[in-house]
């Protein structure tokens, strides 16, 4: 039987998964004590969120983070700061420094630690990469078929890898990985929630992706019981159904953009420099091929299911954050044929 959490340890509490993790925790009367830490403060309507949860100002990447842990006898410790977005970070090698040995220096205080009894880690399932040879849908079993080769997705497998290795020398600690799809609603602050907020949206020439969403309160509803309970093992997360990209674009009322396959990496260059939107070279390959995952192991053994299918939450995102039609939906079609046959008569190499 598990014992319930009396100290718990959340990271990346200036963010939205981690404040609002830490904000739930901190509401229950069973748990002692929530310790929120991170690089910068959360924001004042955050902290107010957070309510007795403490912040501790703390880098993961130095070794006081295991002075932290000791100090206060933390007995639960939920990894929650994994990054995707460069531009939130500081840039590419401040992300990956802070995903990957922010990550290595937490583990190894909990492996030191007499006190740290139940693991869970944040993750992505972009573990899996996106390609046009992946199955239809992903299980926890599923391999890549290619490593992917940088980016969020690369420091997530690193990350796991690291997951594994602390496993193995330290069988006594139960560890739960969470593998997330994309997240969107109406108050996370995500690069899919940035995408669909575009007037104008650029999508593939050729390609109609398949969209599965998590909405940002099963999100942190998730992480809640995975801290609460000892659910050892790798589970997928997200919301039953999928979404085809075009239809998602619709029902937001945006204009798509149809970008022929050779422009696509300068389109993602603009939209990184003009700060609209901070696509990675993997999230792009996501916008092609698409990527579903598997969620019977998380409702039959880790006892979740998500209150939000990915239609839902899309349709959540779209209410919440009062978008409105850019064009009227009977004309959407109209002008939908017309940017594809702009974007056919370009020249192939543009």
């Given at each position: 039987?598990?014992?319930?959490?009396?100290?718990?340890?959340?990271?990346?509490?200036?963010?939205?998964?981690?404040?609002?993790?830490?904000?739930?925790?901190?509401?229950?009367p069973s748990v002692?004590?929530?310790?929120?830490?991170?690089?910068?403060?959360?924001?004042?309507?955050?902290?107010?969120?957070?309510?007795?949860?403490?912040?501790?100002?703390?880098?993961?990447?130095?070794?006081?983070?295991?002075?932290?842990?000791?100090?206060?006898?933390?007995?639960?410790?939920?990894?929650?700061?994994?990054?995707?977005?460069?531009?939130?970070?500081?840039?590419?090698?401040?992300?990956?420094?802070?995903?990957?040995?922010?990550?290595?220096?937490?583990?190894?205080?909990?492996?030191?630690?007499?006190?740290?009894?139940?693991?869970?880690?944040?993750?992505?399932?972009?573990?899996?990469?996106?390609?046009?040879?992946?199955p239809a849908v992903?299980?926890?079993?599923?391999?890549?078929?290619?490593?992917?080769?940088?980016?969020?997705?690369?420091?997530?497998?690193?990350?796991?890898?690291?997951?594994?290795?602390?496993?193995?020398?330290?069988?006594?600690?139960?560890?739960?990985?969470?593998?997330?799809?994309?997240?969107?609603?109406?108050?996370?602050?995500?690069?899919?929630?940035?995408?669909?907020?575009?007037?104008?949206?650029?999508?593939?020439?050729?390609?109609?992706?398949?969209?599965?969403?998590?909405?940002?309160?099963?999100?942190?509803?998730?992480?809640?019981?995975?801290?609460?309970?000892?659910?050892?093992?790798?589970?997928?997360?997200?919301?039953?159904?999928?979404?085809?990209?075009?239809q998602a674009i619709?029902?937001?009322?945006?204009?798509?953009?149809?970008?022929?396959?050779?422009?696509?990496?300068?389109?993602?260059?603009?939209?990184?420099?003009?700060?609209?939107?901070?696509?990675?070279?993997?999230?792009?390959?996501?916008?092609?091929?698409?990527?579903?995952?598997?969620?019977?192991?998380?409702?039959?053994?880790?006892?979740?299911?998500?209150?939000?299918?990915?239609?839902?939450?899309?349709?959540?995102?779209?209410?919440?954050?009062?978008?409105?039609?850019?064009?009227?939906?009977?004309?959407?079609?109209?002008?939908?044929?017309?940017?594809?046959?702009?974007?056919?008569?370009?020249?192939?190499?543009?």
């Amino acid at each position: 039987m598990s014992e319930a959490p009396s100290v718990v340890l959340v990271t990346g509490v200036s963010r939205f998964l981690g404040g609002h993790l830490a904000a739930r925790l901190a509401s229950d009367p069973s748990v002692e004590r929530v310790l929120g830490v991170d690089t910068t403060p959360p924001s004042r309507e955050m902290r107010r969120r957070m309510g007795r949860a403490e912040f501790v100002r703390v880098d993961i990447r130095n070794p006081l983070i295991g002075k932290v842990i000791s100090t206060a006898k933390v007995d639960t410790v939920v990894h929650a700061s994994l990054s995707g977005n460069p531009g939130q970070s500081g840039g590419r090698s401040m992300m990956m420094e802070m995903n990957v040995i922010g990550t290595m220096q937490l583990l190894a205080a909990c492996q030191r630690s007499d006190t740290v009894r139940r693991l869970v880690v944040k993750s992505t399932s972009a573990v899996y990469g996106a390609s046009s040879r992946d199955p239809a849908v992903f299980t926890e079993q599923t391999e890549p078929k290619a490593i992917p080769p940088g980016g969020y997705a690369k420091d997530a497998v690193e990350i796991e890898g690291y997951v594994r290795s602390f496993s193995r020398r330290r069988p006594d600690i139960p560890v739960t990985t969470l593998r997330f799809v994309n997240l969107i609603g109406p108050r996370i602050d995500t690069s899919f929630v940035r995408y669909f907020s575009l007037p104008v949206v650029p999508v593939v020439l050729g390609y109609d992706a398949r969209v599965q969403l998590l909405h940002e309160e099963d999100a942190v509803a998730v992480l809640e019981r995975a801290a609460a309970h000892d659910l050892p093992g790798v589970f997928n997360v997200g919301g039953d159904g999928v979404l085809m990209l075009s239809q998602a674009i619709r029902r937001a009322g945006r204009v798509p953009l149809p970008i022929p396959q050779p422009a696509v990496p300068l389109v993602g260059r603009f939209t990184r420099r003009a700060r609209l939107v901070d696509f990675s070279p993997e999230q792009m390959r996501l916008l092609n091929f698409g990527r579903v995952v598997d969620t019977t192991k998380l409702r039959t053994e880790f006892g979740f299911a998500p209150r939000w299918t990915t239609v839902q939450a899309f349709d959540d995102f779209v209410a919440g954050r009062g978008l409105r039609p850019i064009i009227d939906p009977a004309r959407l079609g109209r002008v939908q044929d017309a940017a594809l046959a702009v974007a056919r008569a370009l020249p192939s190499g543009t």
